[in-house]
C-alpha cells in the first residue's frame, strides 16, 4: 500500500494552509513507517531511549488525543497510554504492535479532524487546565504541526537506521 502524502497549498486562506500543513505531516510519520515489520517498527534508537518509529507513532496519538479532543473538546478522558498524563509512556513501544498503534493513532487523527472541522474559526478560545492557560484553536494547530515537524525528523533518522531509507 502506498501512502499520500497531500501537498501542502501554497496560496490558501490561513485554516486551509493549516490543515494541509498538519495532514502533510501526518502522512509523513505514515510514510516513514510504510513497509516495515513491527519488529523493525519496535527498533529503539540509542540506549538508554526507548524512542523508536512506533513509540513516535503512539506518541502522536497521545498529542492529539489531549490537545484536540481533551482540550478542544473539552472531553474529560486519559491518554490512551498513560492514566497519570505521562506523555512519556508512549514512547515505549517494546511491547507494542503496528496494529495497536496505528489504530489509535489514526482513530484520535479521525477525531481531531471532526473537532477541528466544527470550530467555526481559528479564534476559538479554549482553556488548557494542564498549563493553566488560555489558547487559540489556530495556537493549537500550530503546536501540534511544530510537533509532527519535530518528531518527524526523529522518524527520519530511526528510519535511515533501520533500512538507509532517506527522504521522502
Known sequence: MSIERAVPPTIAGERETLRGFLEHHRATLAVK????ADEDLRRQSVPPSTLSLLGLVRHMAEVERAWFRRVVGGEDIPLVWSDAMDFQVAYDAAGSTRAEAFTAWHAEVEHARRIEAAAPDLDVVVHNSRGQEDLSLRT?????ILEYGRHNGHADLLREAIDGTVGV
Do not use: P
Not at 33 to 36: K, R, S, T, V
Not at 140 to 144: A, D, P
Open 33 to 36: 513507517c510504510e513497509g516495515l
Open 140 to 144: 493549537i494547530m500550530l503546536h501540534v
